[in-house]
């Protein structure tokens, strides 16, 4: 979940939330539910939904998402912007989409970027360094997959940047090495949340879904990711140890959604234990 990778980010880089510029590379469904969900957050540290928006750009196939565009998609209307213009992508030439994407950055000044375009290679060397230039450490997120269209591998945001990106990719990829130091990339996915949240408001039976639900659900996974793996890198918990990062962090959620009063079960004396005794056991008995 890609809001649990930009808390933890945000422990390496410093600053909170509510202070981030955000330009996404992309602008279908998965950028908006991301936005959205980004603008939730930073609302919950006191930042009004209409200043949030106006701290998040998009671009898509025609270039900036501006106010005044011809035909523009309803759900991309919340970030149109009052801004010039800019020309399409032509997705056959990216080294002609470099210096738009280079001068977006130098005009809008983002603390993070996020890839959801699937266009392979749309975060070049001169956006990594752009975005080096104006950032200390610069949070980078490519996570469209495959792998071929991810918009930079992680090798090349920390060779780039001269190891000070902060990257999540879309897939998990191995281990990096450069100028002696180790870094350890994490995939930002949805399979550290969405069986959490599920199992909470299936446990509690929920009346309904909240925003604030998937906000707690991130910084449960954020918490779960301890101080000698953030130098490494990490922004999300081994997925070795998913299972139990599920049970954490579907009590916390638990826990939102009695406090909110959203339950119609009575509430337990104790959540992990109280989400330990839904979860399903592949136990079979023996037959011979």
């Given at each position: ?12 880089t410093g600053g909170q939330l ?271």
């Amino acid at each position: 979940m890609t809001l649990a990778g930009l808390i933890n980010a945000l422990k390496i880089t410093g600053g909170q939330l509510r202070e981030q510029r955000v330009l996404f590379l992309g602008a279908g469904s998965a950028a908006i539910g991301v936005a959205d969900l980004i603008v939730a957050g930073m609302g919950q540290q006191g930042l009004a939904p209409d200043m949030a928006r106006q701290q998040i750009r998009m671009f898509d196939t025609q270039g900036l998402v501006v106010a005044g565009r011809p035909s523009l998609a309803p759900h991309k209307l919340p970030y149109a912007h009052k801004l010039p213009p800019s020309k399409p992508f032509d997705h056959h030439d990216l080294a002609s989409e470099c210096p738009q994407i280079v001068a977006a950055i130098e005009d809008f000044k983002p603390t993070i970027i996020i890839g959801v375009s699937t266009v392979g290679k749309l975060f070049s060397r001169e956006v990594v360094e752009a975005m080096s230039r104006l950032n200390a450490r610069p949070i980078i997120f490519a996570l469209s997959n495959p792998i071929d269209k991810h918009e930079c591998l992680p090798e090349q945001a920390c060779a780039w940047s001269k190891g000070k990106a902060v990257y999540a990719g879309g897939v998990q990829f191995p281990p990096v090495h450069l100028d002696g130091q180790t870094f350890l990339p994490s995939q930002a996915k949805n399979l550290y949340v969405f069986p959490a949240i599920g199992m909470a408001i299936y446990a509690t039976n929920a009346k309904r879904a909240t925003d604030e639900m998937f906000i707690e659900a991130a910084h449960a996974v954020a918490d779960q990711v301890t101080p000698e793996q953030l130098k490494l890198g990490m922004l999300f918990p081994p997925q070795s140890k998913i299972l139990e990062v599920e049970v954490q962090t579907a009590a916390r959620v638990a826990k939102v959604v009695f406090d909110s009063g959203l339950a119609r079960v009575e509430r337990p004396a104790n959540m992990e234990t109280f989400i330990r005794r839904h979860l399903y056991k592949p136990q079979y008995k023996a037959v011979v």
